[in-house]
């Protein structure tokens, strides 16, 4: 390729058979043809090696790397880019057809832009789908407010501007597991993030996956991310519990806050950016009530398993009532079971019907 593409697509690779196939082909038969597949192979020692090298593709550009990590791999890629777009994607999951063209043409019409996601399927190791990301937040408020509490973009799914991560530092050692949340916040801090409601992803889930093996160290990262992140765009925010927020809407137990600490700090955090972007859009406020109902029901579940410590018990319970998630109260949880007793009925009643009419 003699000439400059309008986008670089960095594929990181690790002993990626057999998914690799799938995942180039994918690729290179992409409906947006001016780009470069910049192939990071990091110490691979399976038969994708001589998959790799046997490509004659000339978009194609393979890198060795001697087992440097995932994010020495995508550095290297950084600075062997010869576009200032970037694309990325992981050696197992699948682009839609049309994905690398969509993404461009909007990041494209919107220069503000510096980060654009996708939504996605989630497929198993077979490629059938076993779930479908319910996207519901692309703008930009409402997923700034999100990365409060997860990294809300896939990281395969994404592309962004090359330029303003290199001015970033590129990917940070330090966070070997999480350094997708890590770049996402910072590039948050930058400029307008979006993401677009096509799925144009097939996200691979199977047991071998990073950030499934190394969950609990990317847990004890990403809390901290979440508590640098809202520093810095509350500087004179007391943040110190936001780490532990983090960990609670992920499921986990806080550190070191009690539920009353945790409560004040998402109340603070709502109260500071709504000041901040006063009017708020129904699509962020829909994502407040997300949040809280989430938080809400994970206070309920620590007051469950506290039971043996009343005191706490009863604290976690006192946080779950005072997040308020919709369907918290008694009453709503005996509608639930009248509703799913009557649709056992029915269901029994049917398959009556059924065996009688034969």
Not at 270 to 275: D, G, I, K, N
Not at 286 to 303: T, Y
Request: net charge neutral; proline share 4%; glycine share 6%.
């Amino acid at each position: 390729m003699s000439h400059s593409p309008r986008v670089s697509v960095l594929l990181p690779v690790h002993n990626g058979m057999p998914f690799l196939v799938e995942t180039v082909d994918s690729l290179l038969c992409q409906s947006f043809k001016d780009f470069e597949l910049i192939i990071l192979d990091d110490g691979s020692t399976d038969e994708g090696v001589d998959y790799l090298r046997s490509l004659g593709d000339d978009r194609v550009r393979y890198h060795r790397l001697e087992r440097a990590g995932l994010v020495a791999a995508l550095n290297l890629g950084l600075s062997q880019a010869r576009s200032e777009t970037i694309a990325r994607i992981d050696a197992d999951d699948l682009a839609a057809p049309t994905r690398l063209e969509e993404q461009y043409r909007y990041l494209e019409a919107h220069p503000s832009c510096v980060l654009l996601g996708c939504d996605y399927w989630e497929i198993d190791a077979q490629g059938n789908v076993i779930s479908e990301n319910p996207l519901t937040m692309t703008s930009d408020l409402t997923l700034r407010f999100q990365l409060c509490f997860h990294a809300t973009f896939s990281h395969p799914g994404v592309m962004f501007r090359g330029g303003v991560v290199r001015e970033l530092g590129g990917y940070r050692p330090q966070f070997d597991v999480s350094e997708d949340y890590d770049l996402f916040t910072r590039l948050a801090l930058r400029g307008h993030v979006a993401c677009l409601p096509r799925k144009l992803l097939r996200k691979r889930i199977h047991g071998g996956a990073v950030s499934i093996v190394h969950r609990e160290r990317g847990l004890k990262q990403s809390s901290g991310i979440a508590r640098s992140y809202v520093s810095a765009m509350f500087p004179d925010f007391d943040a110190q519990w936001i780490g532990d927020l983090y960990l609670l809407y992920q499921g986990r137990s806080p550190e070191r806050s009690t539920p009353a600490k945790i409560l004040w700090s998402f109340e603070q955090l709502c109260e500071r950016y709504s000041e901040r972007h006063d009017p708020l859009p129904e699509d962020v406020l829909q994502s407040f009530r997300a949040v809280r109902h989430n938080l809400g029901w994970q206070c309920l579940k620590k007051a469950r398993s506290s039971l043996s410590d009343i005191k706490e018990a009863l604290a976690w319970f006192v946080a779950a009532r005072r997040f308020e998630p919709d369907d918290l109260s008694l009453r709503a949880a005996f509608q639930r079971r009248v509703r799913r007793m009557g649709l056992r009925l029915g269901a029994t009643a049917q398959r009556r019907e059924t065996r009688l009419a034969k």
